[in-house]
């Protein structure tokens, strides 16, 4: 049933997760950009969701520098955890300002609903991971950082992203891994490695909860979650994948439509009305809509049509 319409059990989402990393089976985690597309990720049996900074900036049409403030952000995470009912790992870029700032975000993202919270260490204006003309901070701000995100939450977990492998090179994003792990850090994520053996050597050398980012079109060599976990990580996202492929087919049919005036020849790939409701569970609605009005015997639209 609806979050909407029933009252949900008490769950814990970082305990969710935390129970998934300890099964020993590599997780794969879908980035998904808006609440349907979070019911579709779990109607086809993913266990964690990603909320990417990237993809949500897209969809508001501005680029991933982060621009969104806090509150859009933690208002967009509400929405995709009341939806899908689903632990989300949630990047909050560099934590929305100091060591201090990172308290409250940290405290405003574990009250929407986010199973673990992923801070990284570049200097605003943030640029793509995967992008050149990137700076970071200092280690020693950056691990104030995850110190202070590590004491402020109650259960939520603690994503260190490090994007100093292509400034400074391994043996420093090797260091600021091992520091933020001893600063509280549950999951380090060392952002854009360009070969399997870089992935490999960051195992190695740092251990634990590893996150490894298999975006398109950029620096790292294109792996599976099981040659992942072969490696040494237990979670692997695909933080751009659904959005790219909807935006691009979107723009297909648009382009299509505006050709031949019909929109006829792509009835067979698109999702049916049934199809939509059963996923964003119409006839729920229905039912809880008729049962308060009494007894009134309004018709519903028929879901055939």
Same mark, same amino acid.
């Given at each position: ?5 029933e009252? *949900?059990?008490?769950q814990s989402? !970082?305990l %969710?997760?935390?129970e ?6 590599a997780?794969?985690? !879908?980035g998904v950009?808006?609440?349907l597309?979070?019911?579709i990720?779990?109607?086809?049996g ?5 909320f ?5 900036s897209a969809?508001l ?14 208002d *967009? ?12 790992? &949630? ?17 405003? @993202? +574990?009250?929407?609903?986010a199973a673990?919270?992923? =801070?990284e260490?570049?200097? @605003? !204006? ?10 970071? =901070?200092?280690?020693?701000?950056f691990v104030?950082k ?11 977990? =603690? &994503?260190?992203?490090?994007d100093? %492998?292509?400034?400074?090179g391994? +043996?420093?994003?090797i260091?600021r ?8 850090a549950?999951?380090?994520?060392p +952002? ?10 960051y195992?190695?050398a ?8 298999m ?5 790292? !060599?294109?792996?599976?979650v099981? +040659?992942?976990?072969?490696?040494g990580y237990n979670?692997v =996202?695909?933080?751009a994948? *659904?959005?790219?492929?909807?935006t691009?087919?979107?723009?297909? @049919?648009l382009?299509d ?16 009305? *049934? ?22 015997d %309004?018709?519903?639209?028929d879901?055939?049509?």
């Amino acid at each position: 049933m609806t979050w909407m319409l029933e009252r *949900a059990p008490e769950q814990s989402h !970082p305990l %969710r997760l935390r129970e998934l990393l300890d099964s020993g089976e590599a997780l794969s985690v !879908p980035g998904v950009f808006n609440p349907l597309t979070a019911l579709i990720a779990r109607k086809v049996g993913f266990d964690a969701l990603y909320f990417s900074g990237a993809a949500f900036s897209a969809s508001l049409g501005i680029p991933d520098i982060g621009l969104f403030t806090l509150d859009e952000l933690t208002d *967009a995470v509400r929405w995709m955890v009341r939806a899908s009912g689903m632990p989300f790992i &949630v990047d909050a870029d560099t934590g929305f300002g100091e060591a201090i700032n990172v308290i409250r975000t940290v405290r405003e @993202l +574990e009250a929407a609903g986010a199973a673990a919270i992923q =801070i990284e260490d570049q200097v @605003l !204006p943030k640029r793509c991971g995967h992008l050149d003309g990137k700076t970071v =901070i200092s280690t020693d701000a950056f691990v104030e950082k995850i110190a202070a995100a590590a004491q402020s939450r109650k259960d939520m977990l =603690i &994503v260190a992203r490090t994007d100093v %492998r292509a400034i400074d090179g391994m +043996e420093a994003a090797i260091e600021r891994g091992r520091l933020c792990k001893e600063a509280g850090a549950d999951i380090i994520f060392p +952002e854009a490695m360009q070969s399997l053996d870089e992935f490999k050597m960051y195992a190695d050398a740092v251990g634990g909860d590893l996150l490894a980012n298999m975006t398109e079109f950029g620096r790292s !060599p294109y792996l599976s979650v099981d +040659e992942f976990a072969t490696l040494g990580y237990n979670i692997v =996202i695909f933080p751009a994948s *659904a959005m790219r492929v909807a935006t691009k087919a979107t723009e297909e @049919l648009l382009t299509d439509l505006k050709r031949t005036g019909t929109q006829k020849e792509w009835l067979p790939k698109m999702q049916t009305r *049934a199809e939509l409701y059963e996923l964003i569970e119409y006839d729920a609605y229905a039912e809880v809509d008729g049962a308060l009005s009494l007894g009134s015997d %309004r018709a519903y639209m028929d879901r055939r049509d």
